[in-house]
Nanobody
Framework: QVQVVESGGGLVQAGGSLRLSCAASGRISSINAMGWYRQAPGKQRELVATITRGHMSSYADFVEGRFIISRDNAKNTVYLQMNSLKPEDTAVYYC?????????WGQGTQVTVSA
């Protein structure tokens, strides 16, 4: 089994920055894509950003150039640098790790952006 743990969430003022981390551990052979999703109260979980093992990244429209996803393959870790945060970015942010036939979710980390 693969364990996925997010960290780095917290409370920040609008316009501020946070850096989220997600570390995978356990039965790791070869991780393919990794991604960040978020879910706000009363809303569906939505994709924020994804990155392949070859460091090809993509972003949701609402990111608007504010976030950067990156990964360290040696550490089995993916990051999400979030800048120019807005109150509407408030959500629980989840990490997803794809390996082989399976993908794995973390427990989430809370991001709260005050006005």
């Amino acid at each position: 089994q693969v364990q996925v743990v997010e960290s780095g969430g917290g409370l920040v003022q609008a316009g501020g920055s946070l850096r989220l981390s997600c570390a995978a551990s356990g039965r790791i052979s070869s991780i393919n894509a990794m991604g960040w999703y978020r879910q706000a109260p009363g809303k569906q979980r939505e994709l924020v950003a994804t990155i392949t093992r070859g460091h090809m990244s993509s972003y949701a429209d609402f990111v608007e150039g504010r976030f950067i996803i990156s990964r360290d393959n040696a550490k089995n870790t993916v990051y999400l640098q979030m800048n120019s945060l807005k109150p509407e970015d408030t959500a629980v942010y989840y990490c997803n790790v794809f390996q082989g036939w399976d993908n794995y979710w973390g427990q989430g980390t809370q991001v709260t952006v005050s006005a």
